[in-house]
T-cell receptor
Framework: DTGVSQNPRHKITKRGQNVTFRCDPISEHNRLYWYRQTLGQGPEFLTYFQNEAQLEKSRLLSDRFSAERPKGSFSTLEIQRTEQGDSAMYLC?????????????FGPGTRLLVL | AQSVAQPEDQVKVAEGNPLTVKCTYS??????LFWYVQYPNRGLQFLLK??????LVKGSYGFEAEFNKSQTSFHLKKPSALVSDSALYFCAVRDASFTGGGNKLTFGTGTQLKVEL
């Protein structure tokens, strides 16, 4: 399978705990994005990497959220001191980053439930 | 700022009939426009995009969309709907002139398509 993969697919945690999600993009893609999707809404942009550089962060990304892409390949999204409002589907996408090839391809998502 | 509106929460059509899912957008510059489909508990699957060129773009599974700059619309269409087309459809936009931060997409709230026998 050469698509975007995300792990874990589901995560249940208690309020106050830390969680970390992983995203493996399509191998030749240099751009990687994180989005969050809550029930009944479209995905909302969180952050974006070009290679290992984090170039943009949304105001949605509070101080409790941190993302890394240390070698320009896979990425991790960590949420510290989780809150019930963090419950959502976290989606990762990747793209080639050229004008005609900038389609973002999405992974299956990680569904987080904070109790 | 860029935004997308999908005015219909749900669209119902009979199998074999044509379908249309509406999308309007707002950007400062020229738009890049996308349609994605989402099946339950799954990620988004790319259907088609408009970057430049012909206003009518064709995509996967027989879907097409027409870019209308004067009406700022990008409606999704299919000549003959299938029951298997039933899913949640999202329209998304990126401002092509925005060079400061890559190409984040802004999505609409989605339209649930239900195709009935």
């Amino acid at each position: 399978d050469t698509g975007v993969s995300q792990n874990p697919r589901h995560k249940i945690t208690k309020r106050g705990q830390n969680v970390t999600f992983r995203c493996d993009p399509i191998s030749e893609h240099n751009r990687l994005y994180w989005y969050r999707q809550t029930l009944g809404q479209g995905p909302e942009f969180l952050t974006y990497f070009q290679n290992e550089a984090q170039l943009e962060k949304s105001r949605l990304l509070s101080d409790r959220f941190s993302a890394e892409r240390p070698k320009g390949s896979f990425s991790t999204l960590e949420i510290q001191r989780t809150e019930q409002g963090d419950s959502a589907m976290y989606l990762c996408a990747s793209s080639l980053g050229t004008v005609l090839q900038e389609t973002q391809y999405f992974g299956p998502g990680t569904r987080l439930l904070v109790l | 700022a860029q935004s997308v509106a999908q005015p219909e929460d749900q669209v119902k059509v009979a199998e074999g009939n044509p379908l249309t899912v509406k999308c309007t957008y707002s950007v400062s510059g020229n738009p890049y426009l996308f349609w994605y489909v989402q099946y339950p508990n799954r990620g988004l699957q790319f259907l088609l995009k408009y970057i430049t060129g012909d206003n009518l773009v064709k995509g996967s599974y027989g879907f097409e969309a027409e870019f209308n700059k004067s009406q700022t619309s990008f409606h999704l269409k299919k000549p003959s709907a299938l029951v298997s087309d039933s899913a949640l459809y999202f329209c998304a936009v990126r401002d092509a002139s925005f060079t400061g931060g890559g190409n984040k997409l802004t999505f609409g709230t989605g339209t649930q398509l239900k195709v009935e026998l």
